[in-house]
């Protein structure tokens, strides 16, 4: 099974400021990568797939990049709606698996 | 509107047997590889189980592997999982999601999330 592992596990940052998230695969998985983000509470929502595509309707602050092993989701300027947990999760091959989360807490 | 609506969660005893449905409704149910996903309390998401469109492909995460079944009823637009010698660690809010592409295409992500159903293994 393909191990994904996000980094770091929470972050504690303000509102206007650029956050970065990094998701590494245990072997490569081409741009076979998907990153959601989850409230408390609420359903996770699909952000981007294909590593670097934004999901219709995401704001255009979100964005991915990487390819093979490693990758990142950043989000240029934090907004307040934007504190939740976020998952990267591979398609490359079954079983389908997801990294640990990262929650983005408020500083 | 496109939504997945599940139910047959509960509370069960260990080692005893429940069955998930997830209603599909507003897109072509059979076009679409299905999965199930779980979240344990304060817990990350795990992928459990995957469905092709057709039905003929299934897969499993080894955490549930032999015990829980996974299919679909095309007529009723339903998505299902039979899950037997339940643990207490699958205790968790089971999500039914559905691939954003049709089937046969390279996966790519889960764009639609039912709201989720309750699972508690206690005795």
């Known amino acids: 099974d393909i191990q994904m592992t996000q980094s770091p596990s929470s972050l504690s940052a303000s509102v206007g400021d650029r956050v970065t998230i990094t998701c590494r695969a245990s072997q490569g998985i081409s741009n076979d990568l998907a990153w959601y983000q989850q409230k408390p509470g609420k359903l996770p929502n699909l952000l981007i797939y294909a590593a670097t595509t934004l999901q219709s309707g995401v704001p255009s602050r979100f964005s991915g990049s990487g390819s093979g092993t490693d990758f990142t989701l950043t989000i240029s300027s934090l907004h307040p709606e934007d504190f939740a947990t976020y998952y990267c999760?591979?398609?490359?091959?079954?079983?389908?698996?997801f990294g640990g989360g990262t929650k983005v807490e408020v500083k | 509107e496109v939504q997945l609506l599940e139910s047959g969660g509960g509370l069960v005893q260990p080692g005893g047997s429940l069955r998930l449905s997830c209603a599909a409704s507003g897109f072509t149910f059979s076009s679409h590889d299905m999965s199930w996903v779980r979240q344990a309390p304060g817990k990350g998401l795990e992928w459990v189980s995957g469905i092709s469109g057709s039905g003929v492909s299934t897969y499993y995460a080894d955490s549930v592997k032999g015990r829980f079944t996974i299919s679909r009823d095309k007529s009723k637009n339903t998505l299902y999982l039979q899950m037997n010698s339940l643990r207490a660690e699958d205790t968790a809010v089971y999500y039914c999601?559905?691939?954003?592409?049709?089937?046969?295409?390279?996966?790519?992500?889960?764009?639609?999330w039912g709201q989720g159903t309750t699972v508690t293994v206690s005795s």
């Open positions: 999760q591979q398609s490359y091959n079954m079983p389908l698996t």
């Open positions: 999601a559905k691939d954003r592409v049709v089937s046969n295409s390279p996966r790519d992500g889960m764009d639609v």
